[in-house]
């Protein structure tokens, strides 16, 4: 029996319609197992703006950094996209937690299921079987080199450093993953090209020595993205740098077959927080169409990180349990109709009941 303490940043958009879905699903796990998790609600991104005029308040910051982990739903608001004069933004918010947290391990699976083949514009024969994990750096690069305007604001710069160090900790880790999937690490990077390319590189190939069964190979990013959607079974584990991570994983959704199905965990030393990976989709915001899964399925990363691995693979087995009764929100199968909160239902009450949930 765990006793857990989770903080929840619902965020704006969509985000607190998923939060809630996935909440749900954790209260089932435990009351199913017997754990105890406290759940702690704090604001960040637009909403946090709004109430106190920063993105990342620090009364956030200081239940985060005490909290085991944090769940996290999306942030962001139309009303910032357009200006960009404006003083404050909600990814400040997101940004500021990941760098202040030390959340440099970006973890995203990306799993092609087998109900929802037709649904990809990817042939179902070339993405049946995906099975990619990828490693997005997610504190450092070009997202938090120093950034500026020349004087008569006509040119901007946007630095991207990497120390050797922030390359070593998420390496090791894409390694360790790697050595219990499949056996093959690819690093993506553009060292035809850029100097902090040419150091993961090194950085990565010097490593490769301490894990013998791992076969490390290099793939430029624009070819990456290309052999991503061409033949995505040749990938097991991707490591890449932040901005090369960001696009690639938005890209490989396409193969899962939305956008809403993709959980993510973002993992440093200290401090743990679990979102899905897409964003606060303001359009959607109210109406029961946002999909809960990709949240939910953040939990089971959660899960597997307070080390609770049945519980994981219940929550695992109770989405596919939706996926194959055909419970989804209309992005994936318009004519069902059923909403958010529908969908989080079922999955919650097939936490409850699912039989023997089973370590596949
Ligand atoms: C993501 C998002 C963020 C990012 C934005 C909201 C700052 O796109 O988590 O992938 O670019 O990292
Ligand atoms: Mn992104």
């Known amino acids: 029996i765990l006793s857990k303490r989770i903080v929840v940043l619902p965020g704006d958009g969509i985000g607190p319609e998923v939060c809630a879905e ?11 197992f017997g754990h105890e998790f406290q759940f702690d609600y704090q604001l960040l991104g637009a909403c946090a703006i709004d109430a106190t005029g920063a993105p990342l308040p620090e009364a956030t910051l200081t239940a985060c950094r005490r909290a085991d982990a944090v769940l996290l739903g999306a942030i962001g608001d139309p009303k910032y996209d357009n ?8 990814e400040q918010g997101l940004l500021g937690l990941r ?16 109900q929802l083949l037709a649904h990809s514009p990817l042939r179902p024969e070339r993405i049946q079987g995906t099975d990619i994990l990828i490693f997005r750096e997610l504190t ?19 630095h ?47 490593l490769a020595p301490e894990y013998p069964s791992v076969a490390l190979d290099f793939l430029y990013v624009d070819n990456a993205a290309m052999q991503i959607i061409l033949n995505p079974r040749q990938f097991d584990v991707m490591l890449t740098e932040n901005m090369f991570g960001d696009i690639l994983s938005d890209e490989a959704s396409v193969i ?20 899905p990976i897409h964003g606060s989709f303001p359009q959607a915001k109210g109406q029961g169409l946002a999909n809960p899964i990709a949240t939910i399925l953040s939990t089971a990363l959660l899960l597997d990180h307070f080390g609770l691995l049945i519980e994981a693979e ?32 079922f999955i919650t009450y097939a936490v409850l009941d699912i039989h023997d949930c089973e370590m596949h």
């Open 22 to 32: 996935a909440v749900r699903v954790l209260k089932a796990v435990s009351d199913r």
């Open 83 to 90: 200006d960009p004069t404006a003083p404050v933004r909600p």
């Open 99 to 114: 760098k202040e947290l030390g959340l440099y391990a970006n973890i995203r699976p990306i799993t092609a299921y087998d």
């Open 140 to 158: 450092g690069g070009i997202y938090f080199g120093e950034k500026g305007r020349s004087e008569d604001r006509a040119s901007a710069y946007d």
């Open 160 to 206: 991207c450093t990497y120390h050797r160090d922030e390359i070593l900790r998420i390496a090791h880790r894409a390694f360790r993953a790697a050595e219990t999937r499949r056996h093959q690490l690819t690093l993506v990077d553009k060292a035809n090209v850029l100097e902090t390319s040419r150091l993961w590189r090194e950085t990565v190939q010097g």
């Open 256 to 275: 899962a077959g939305s956008l809403g199905l993709l959980p993510s965990a973002s993992i440093g030393d200290a401090a743990a927080l679990f979102e």
């Open 314 to 345: 219940c929550v695992r087995d109770a989405v596919q349990h939706a996926l194959n009764s055909g419970v989804v929100t209309p992005e994936l199968n318009p004519a069902t109709r059923y909403t958010t909160e529908q969908v989080g239902s």
